[in-house]
Nanobody, 120 residues
Framework: QVQLVESGGGSVQAGGSLRLSCAAS????????MGWFRQPPGKEREWVAS???????RYADSVKGRFTISRDNAKNTLNLQMNSLKLEDTGMYYC??????????????WGQGIQVTVFS
C-alpha cells in the first residue's frame, strides 16, 4: 500500500522560508515522477512543481526562482524548499506521485495535505 505523508508546514511571515517533506512508503520516490500541488483558499488545486526519474525539475511560473523541489533517495522523501514566500503562497500543499517515470501521466497517489500560511 502506497502512503505519502507530508510534514513541515506551518505559518511564516511573508519573505520567510519553509521546507516541506513528503515521506513515501510502499513507493520508491527515486524511481518515479513526483510532484507538489497546492490549493489556495477558495480556489482549485494547482500544480506547483515536479521531478522526474532523471531528476529533471519543472516549476509553475508563480514559484519559479523561489521554490526548489528535490529528493532524498536515502530517506525516500520528496522535499520542497520554499523561499521568499508571498501571501499568495498560502494554501494546502499536497505531495503526489505517479507510476510513470517521466511525468507523462496523471498522479496516482496523494498525501493528505499540509497547511502553509503566509502572513504579512
Amino acid at each position: 500500500q502506497v502512503q505519502l505523508v507530508e510534514s513541515g508546514g506551518g505559518s511564516v511571515q511573508a519573505g520567510g522560508s519553509l521546507r516541506l517533506s513528503c515521506a513515501a512508503s510502499g513507493y520508491r520516490a527515486s524511481s518515479n515522477c513526483m510532484g507538489w500541488f497546492r490549493q489556495p483558499p477558495g480556489k482549485e488545486r494547482e500544480w506547483v512543481a515536479s521531478i522526474d526519474y532523471g531528476g529533471i525539475t519543472r516549476y509553475a511560473d508563480s514559484v519559479k526562482g523561489r521554490f526548489t523541489i528535490s529528493r532524498d533517495n536515502a530517506k525516500n522523501t520528496l522535499n520542497l524548499q520554499m523561499n521568499s514566500l508571498k501571501l499568495e503562497d498560502t494554501g494546502m500543499y499536497y505531495c503526489a506521485g505517479q507510476w510513470s517515470r517521466w511525468c507523462s501521466g496523471g498522479y496516482d497517489h496523494w498525501g493528505q495535505g499540509i497547511q502553509v500560511t503566509v502572513f504579512s
